[in-house]
């Protein structure tokens, strides 16, 4: 858990002095090259009263600062990835997961770690029977000609940039988190399990609007 925790704490560091810098590139979208892959995720109850407290608090920074955001609940779907794998030249069905491990939705996950940079994102621990359906879909997507791609940590985009009017203005911004990320750090996020998503990444994630 503490190696988990250090690499929160790193993406954090890291992230937090490129969204104060402005040197990072805008999310324009979905790359085509991503489009097609094959992905499994946990949907997220971005109606839960604590979520729409949190993210309307950094909806209204980003307005407040001149900052644009492609913000999880109102232009795509707040969730966790489960596994993800990029498609071969001869993919063949796959089993339907989404149904198999359906008795997710009867689960809540907690988030207690805000880091805050280009990608705002909320992490917590890796819920206990993660890693062996990680393990498991990672298998079934490699034998359906899928290379499957490695992910360890259990995190949700809550917002990418999309645009900024002034260097001054994310430093603002993101000053603006921080006691955000103090909160989200004591007391935490439950976030209830709505649905879980079988399916290729662009059509599960909207254009930019």
């Known amino acids: 858990m503490e190696d988990l925790l250090n690499r929160y704490y790193a993406m954090h560091e890291g992230g937090f002095e490129k969204l104060r810098s402005g040197t990072f590139p805008l999310w324009t979208g979905v790359l085509a090259s991503d489009s097609p892959n094959l992905f499994l995720a946990a949907v997220l109850d971005a109606s839960a009263e604590t979520f729409l407290a949190f993210s309307s608090e950094i ?5 407040d600062h001149g900052v644009g955001l492609y913000l999880a609940g109102r232009d795509f779907p707040l969730h966790v990835t489960i596994q993800q794998g990029r498609p ?47 393990k498991e879909v990672s298998l079934a997507l490699t034998e359906a000609d899928y290379e499957s791609i490695p992910i360890d940590i259990c995190h949700a985009t809550v917002a990418r ?21 103090q909160r989200v750090a004591e007391e935490g996020l439950m976030l209830p399990i709505e649905r879980l998503y079988q399916g290729e990444v662009g059509s599960f994630l909207s254009p930019l609007r």
């Open 59 to 63: 909806s209204a920074a980003a307005t």
């Open 161 to 181: 940039v999309t645009s900024f009017e002034t260097v001054t203005g994310l430093e603002d911004f993101a000053a603006a988190l921080l006691p955000l990320r």
């Open 88 to 134: 071969g030249a001869e993919v063949q069905p796959l089993l339907d997961f989404s149904a198999r491990y359906s008795e997710l939705t009867e689960d809540e996950w907690e988030f207690r770690h805000f880091t805050i940079g280009p990608n705002l994102l909320l992490c917590g621990a890796v819920p206990p029977d993660l890693p062996l359906i990680r």
